[in-house]
């Protein structure tokens, strides 16, 4: 048993989910340069959280404060865990790199591709609907979801697909290991909070390839969201 083990599982969600923060405030005190996207970003995906009973419980039933999850299917949790992934994976690239985004020059916005500017950015909007009414669990909708609008960020802003590609990576290497210190503090929990029946069965490890997918999917797009409504280039 790890020395780290929680008492109960009633703590890991609340607990998982502020982990999330630590990371972000410290990149945000910091990087000065990173605040603006870092919070712009996070206050955009936060919202998203309230998407929570789409998944509960087809996907998940993690018990939450106040019991939220199990009685509405909303939880607090969830609008944390989306402002701390947001923020990161909007920024993970510029840390890497060290760079800042620059404002793209005017005439470089009259170009033909930015034509289909907002489409890029509407279509893991347009794409999750259509494809959440098919029989199959609500998480992949949501996988393709994102990386159709990954795709389309790229097609649209091809100057962004190298951020595209290594942010979606880091923000996979990111997840899983905010994954791996789930099961270390509370081993078997994935196992018993997890609908795997409703899943595909495969796993890397501990780790549903579900979740894996999301955060290469969630990471490759929201990497570049911010150049994008902002008219920045890397």
């Known amino acids: 048993m790890s020395m780290f083990h929680l008492p109960s599982d009633h703590y890991v969600w609340p607990l998982w989910s502020a982990a999330f923060l630590i990371p972000w405030l410290i990149v945000y005190v910091r990087f000065p340069g990173q605040r603006q996207p870092m919070l712009w970003a996070s206050l955009f995906t936060m919202p998203f959280g309230l998407t929570e009973p789409l998944f509960v419980p087809e996907y998940w039933m993690p018990p939450s404060l106040f019991d939220l999850a199990a009685r509405t299917g909303f939880d607090i949790e ?58 199959w669990n609500p998480i992949y909708p949501s996988i393709l979801a994102m990386f159709v609008g990954a795709l389309a960020n790229v097609l649209c802003r091809p100057d962004l697909k190298g951020k595209t590609w290594i942010g979606g990576g880091l923000f996979l290497a990111y997840y899983a290991l905010f994954l791996a210190g789930l099961e270390l503090s509370a081993p078997g929990y994935i196992e018993r909070v997890w609908n795997m029946e409703a899943l595909s069965g495969w796993n890397v490890g501990f780790m549903p390839i ?11 797009y929201w990497a570049g969201v911010y150049e994008h409504f902002t008219w920045r280039k890397c």
Request: charged share 15%; net charge positive; with cysteine.
């Open 210 to 220: 579900e979740e894996l997918l999301f955060a290469a999917g969630f990471g490759m």
């Open 78 to 135: 969830s609008l944390i865990f989306c402002f701390g992934i947001g923020g990161f994976a909007s920024v993970s690239y510029n840390l890497l790199t060290r760079r800042t985004p620059l404002p793209v020059a005017p005439d470089e916005r009259l170009q033909p591709l930015h034509r289909h500017h907002f489409k890029a950015l509407a279509a893991p909007f347009v794409a999750f609907p259509a494809l959440y009414f098919f029989p």
